[in-house]
Structures are given as structure tokens and as C-alpha cells.
């Protein structure tokens, strides 16, 4: 399948995971408390190292590589120990998801050591490196010939896409965008305290959108980014942000992205699926690129939210990452409104059926055996007012046809 259809990019933030196994003592002890491991000058007794790539390079990038996708990636690493091992790991999968990374001498490779000690929340210590130092002019642009569609994960966490407003990111895509591909944005929360956090978000958001074709961020994300004190408000309250979403908070984020230049907005709401506003616009469907539907009537205006699909959760590592390979995936391929929700929402419930981001996502045609069959959908609490659509599929506004 992979040689029959045309490429996809994805491109931004990508580092090592290196999580430490805390394990029980051979004289059958508990696993230590986090004030007995963090002592100065002591010396704790862990298990094997597990490393794996981390980032929206690598978890939606090897995401739409397994569903069976020819996929480039184009992730920045130092030339040293960690870069290396990032690149090995990529060879691994294929030689040719090594090819498109960007290598520094001038940087050194981002890092995260994950402290995660049984029964208490998981301890990141991250390295930046040389996400920091990505720019527009990194992407040999001429790599892009004979791609579709160009995807860029987490400028929140690469200093550069943020600084001055927001001018490199909008100059990566307008340049990415004047190829003619379709270009789509996924984003990270930024930290509230660090310089990421402080950005003015709406500002870069403004400049950013208008070059951009599908933005995929998570609802609490873009909450963050819209409207900080609604956010601190509702973060004040208790509980998961999702739950707390209802379909006027959700509908007046999207329609004001869309004001903003994009073609096609997509929330990630966690459990409670994905919601999805298009422009009402035709022409500005069309303009989508060279992934743009041939029928740009069919999405105009279009507003659904899909439901997550029932399943085995073992892990929710990169389920955002791969609910965004399939979106990109489906839409890739010319399916329907309906049929790009109900893929995203399929390859993310793939997801959390493993611990880490992507080994447990399937080729493509599996994802669609598993779709056509009996797979039923979580309950959806969220946005009250929403009903079933008469495939039973995914949510609509009452009345709306």
C-alpha cells in the first residue's frame, strides 16, 4: 500500500525517552518512597533502562509509518551519543526515517529522564536541545517535491517557533504552504511559568493560521493559548478539563481558529473523542493543498464530534499523536467528513492498547476490519445537546443534518 500513495511529512519536535525500572529488592521490599530514591549522595538500585523516541516526529510520524504510509521525518539532533541512539532507533523501523533528520554540531539532542515510581505521578526531567534551535531554514524545502502533506508537531516546546512573535513558525509554513502541500499543526500545553507560557499565543496563533490548512491541537491546549483565564478558572475547579467542555465553549473556540485562516479545526477532547469544525467556505476547502477534497461541499461547514471506541487502556502515551495519524491518514486519502472523524478516533484506541506510543498501531487495512465490525463507542458526556447521526458513529447538533 505505501508505494501506491504520495508522502507525507512530518516534521518538529523529537527527543529520547529514558525511563529507569524501579523494582522491588530481592528480599521481596516494596519499591522506595520518591523522598527515600531523591537523597543527595545516595546511591538507588533501579532495573533496566527502557529508551524509546519521544515527540510528535516520532510518535506520529512511526504512527502513520506502521498504518502504512510512506512518511518522511524531519526531526533536529545533535551530532552525540543521544542523536545517535535517536537515529538508530528510527533505522530500526527503516533506513529511510533517518534520512530526513536534521543533524547539529552546534546543539546537543533533546532529552526526558522519566522518573516513574509505582503509585506516584511521573517525574519528567527534559532536556530541550535542539528543538530550540529548529527554524525555517533547517527543511531543505526541496525534499518536500512529491509530497501531499506536511505536518509539525509542538512548537510550544521549540524556543524558536515562539520567540518574536511567532515569525519563524508562520515563515516554516508559508513557505512549506507555497508548495502546494497541505500543511497541519498539532500543539503542546506550554509550562505557565517557563517563556513558552508567557508567549503571546493569540498573536502567533494570528500569523501561524492563515498558512495553515488542518490544526489538531488538544481542547486544553488551544483553551490555554484563546482564553488563560477561562482556563485558570476551569483548571481551579477540579477535575478533567474535558469534562468540563460543553458544545458553545467548544463551537466559539473553533469558529474563532477558523476566523483566523484555517481550513480545519480539530479538538482532541481525551475520552470523550474529537471534535471537528470546518470552515463554511467551499473556496477556502478547496485551498486546503494538495490533500484538499475533491468535493470541498462535502466538509464546508461540516461540525461532528466522534466518539472514542471502546477498548483495553493500558497506556495513554502519544494517543493524541496517533489519533492525529489517523485524521492525517483518512484525509490523506480522500475519505469523507465521517470517515476521517471515525479513523482518528480508531488508530488512538489502537494506541492505548500498549504502554508506549505506537506499537500496538496495526496497518491500515486492519484499522478498518476492526471499524466495520462490532466496535463500539465510549459514552460521551461532554458537549451536552449533541445526539447520534444516523450511522451511529459520531455526534451532531440536535436537528442538524
Known amino acids: 500500500m505505501a508505494g501506491s500513495l504520495p508522502g507525507i511529512v512530518v516534521a518538529g519536535h523529537v527527543c529520547l525517552d529514558m525511563i529507569p525500572t524501579f523494582r522491588s529488592g530481592v528480599s521481596g521490599s516494596v519499591v522506595p518512597a520518591l523522598e527515600d530514591i531523591l537523597v543527595p549522595g545516595k546511591l538507588t538500585d533501579v532495573g533496566p533502562l527502557t529508551t524509546a523516541t519521544g ?26 551519543t543521544v542523536g545517535h541512539a535517536i537515529l538508530d532507533i528510527l533505522r530500526g523501523y527503516d533506513q529511510a ?28 526531567l527534559h532536556s530541550p536541545g535542539a528543538n530550540d534551535t529548529f527554524g525555517a531554514d533547517d527543511i531543505d524545502y526541496t525534499e518536500l517535491d512529491g509530497a501531499k502533506l506536511f505536518h509539525f508537531g509542538y512548537p510550544p516546546v521549540m524556543r524558536r517557533m515562539f520567540v518574536d512573535g511567532g515569525e519563524e513558525l508562520a515563515a516554516l509554513l508559508g513557505r512549506v504552504k507555497a508548495r502546494g502541500l497541505t500543511t497541519s499543526l498539532d500543539m503542546a500545553r ?96 478547496a485551498a486546503a493543498g494538495a490533500c484538499a477534497p475533491k468535493d470541498a461541499a462535502t466538509w464546508a461547514g461540516r461540525e461532528m464530534l466522534a466518539p472514542c471506541f471502546r477498548t483495553r487502556v493500558v497506556g495513554t502515551t502519544g494517543s493524541g499523536d496517533c489519533t492525529i495519524a489517523g485524521f492525517l491518514g483518512a484525509f490523506l486519502r480522500e475519505l469523507s467528513p465521517q470517515e476521517v472523524m471515525t479513523a482518528a478516533v480508531a488508530v488512538g484506541a489502537c494506541c492505548v492498547e500498549a504502554a508506549d506510543a505506537t506499537s500496538s498501531i496495526p496497518e491500515w487495512k486492519t484499522v478498518e476490519q476492526r471499524i466495520a465490525g462490532d466496535w463500539q463507542r465510549l459514552d460521551t458526556v461532554a458537549l451536552p445537546g449533541w445526539r447520534w447521526d444516523e450511522a451511529g458513529m459520531v455526534f451532531r447538533p440536535g436537528g442538524e443534518k
Do not use: C
Open 55 to 80: 515527540g510528535a516526529v516520532s510518535n506520529t510520524g512511526l504512527a502513520l509509518y506502521r498504518l502504512g504510509f510512506p512518511v518522511s521525518l524531519m526531526g533536529k539532533v545533535g551530532d552525540d
Open 97 to 124: 526515517l533517518a534520512d530526513g533528520m536534521i543533524v547539529t554540531t552546534e546543539s546537543h539532542s533533546s532529552y526526558t529522564v522519566v522518573i516513574n515510581v509505582p503509585g506516584i505521578d511521573r517525574i519528567f
Open 190 to 285: 506550554p509550562d505557565p511559568t517557563s517563556d513558552a507560557g508567557k508567549a503571546p499565543w493569540r498573536q502567533i496563533l494570528a500569523k501561524a493560521l492563515p498558512q495553515l490548512d488542518l490544526f489538531l491541537p488538544s481542547f486544553d491546549e488551544v483553551l490555554y493559548m484563546l482564553d488563560r483565564q477561562r482556563f485558570d478558572d476551569m483548571v481551579d475547579g477540579g477535575g478533567d478539563l474535558n469534562m468540563q467542555a460543553d458544545a458553545e465553549l467548544v463551537r466559539e473556540i473553533a469558529e474563532e481558529l477558523i476566523e483566523m485562516g484555517v481550513a480545519v479545526v480539530g479538538l482532541k477532547l481525551g475520552n470523550q473523542g474529537l471534535y471537528m469544525k470546518a470552515a463554511a467556505d467551499p473556496q477556502r476547502i
